[in-house]
């Protein structure tokens, strides 16, 4: 592949990240993306054999921001000498902060629908931060057996409070969805707060039915 292959290639991934970033999943036609990386619609194919391998190059990209955010996140409460349970929560709070922060990627990365065929191996690279969090689960409780179950449901609840947060679920459920009488608009400001005062008391709650309580 010549440099300009590789340069095309790259406009057109980083076209699918502004797209889904700015209007979501919905956006990613391959029409669009190649209107939006300057180029012939014809000219993606020529670099990405179907829609979906050009989606997982996009869904990539996220992985790849994903793995460095938690690894960020983790590396911070180790080095500050936190205990397990303290490094399970960074981590924890680094997922659902990139959950909340990229709603559109998140949403692709974990589209098996769109990425049939490709998605498998792209999931495979959040396989050694998820066994960093089973080493850490494990050592939280040494006796309680193979940590892998029940990292799996810690996991699967966290995704699900990411999800539930971004559909306007969770902030209704927990009544901190802002719908009073105010005759002030909701700016980003207040929307956030609300988001946060939604969330919180419920990852408490997760965290301590998958870890017990925490040691205070």
Same mark, same amino acid.
């Given at each position: *592949?010549?440099? %300009?292959?590789?340069?095309?290639?790259?406009?057109?991934?980083?076209?699918? !990240?502004? /797209? +889904? &970033?700015?209007?979501? +999943?919905?956006?990613? $036609?391959?029409?669009? !993306?190649?209107?939006?990386?300057?180029?012939?619609? $014809?000219?993606?194919?020529?670099?990405?054999?179907?829609?979906?391998?050009?989606?997982?190059?996009?869904?990539?990209?996220?992985?790849?921001? #994903?793995?460095?955010?938690?690894?960020? =996140?983790? =590396? #911070?409460?180790?080095?500050?000498?936190?205990?397990?349970? =303290? @490094? !399970?929560?960074?981590?924890?709070?680094?997922?659902?902060?990139?959950?909340?922060?990229?709603?559109?990627?998140?949403?692709? *990365?974990?589209?098996?629908?769109?990425?049939?065929?490709?998605?498998?191996?792209?999931?495979?690279? &959040? #396989?050694?931060?998820?066994?960093?969090? +089973?080493?850490?689960?494990?050592?939280?409780?040494? %006796?309680?057996?193979?940590?892998?179950?029940?990292? =799996?449901?810690?996991?699967?609840?966290?995704?699900? #409070?990411? %999800? /539930?947060?971004?559909?306007?679920?969770?902030?209704?459920?927990?009544?901190?969805?802002?719908?009073?009488?105010?005759?002030?608009?909701?700016?980003?400001?207040?929307?956030?707060?609300?988001?946060?005062?939604? !969330?919180?008391? +419920?990852?408490?709650?997760?965290?301590?039915?998958?870890?017990?309580?925490?040691? @205070?």
């Amino acid at each position: *592949m010549t440099e %300009q292959d590789r340069d095309l290639r790259a406009r057109l991934v980083a076209a699918g !990240i502004e /797209l +889904v &970033t700015e209007e979501g +999943v919905h956006a990613l $036609g391959l029409r669009e !993306i190649a209107r939006r990386a300057g180029v012939s619609h $014809g000219a993606p194919r020529r670099y990405f054999p179907t829609h979906r391998e050009l989606l997982a190059a996009v869904a990539r990209h996220g992985f790849g921001r #994903l793995t460095d955010t938690l690894a960020g =996140a983790d =590396a #911070l409460a180790a080095g500050t000498g936190a205990d397990p349970r =303290a @490094r !399970i929560e960074a981590l924890a709070r680094g997922y659902l902060g990139f959950a909340a922060a990229n709603p559109g990627l998140f949403e692709l *990365m974990f589209r098996h629908d769109l990425l049939e065929g490709s998605g498998t191996e792209l999931r495979r690279s &959040t #396989l050694p931060l998820f066994r960093t969090l +089973v080493g850490l689960v494990g050592e939280l409780h040494p %006796q309680g057996g193979d940590p892998t179950a029940a990292t =799996a449901a810690l996991w699967s609840n966290l995704h699900g #409070l990411a %999800q /539930l947060r971004s559909w306007g679920s969770l902030a209704l459920a927990t009544g901190s969805d802002g719908d009073g009488d105010s005759d002030s608009g909701s700016d980003s400001d207040s929307d956030s707060d609300s988001d946060s005062d939604s !969330i919180e008391p +419920v990852l408490r709650a997760a965290l301590t039915a998958h870890l017990g309580p925490a040691d @205070r």
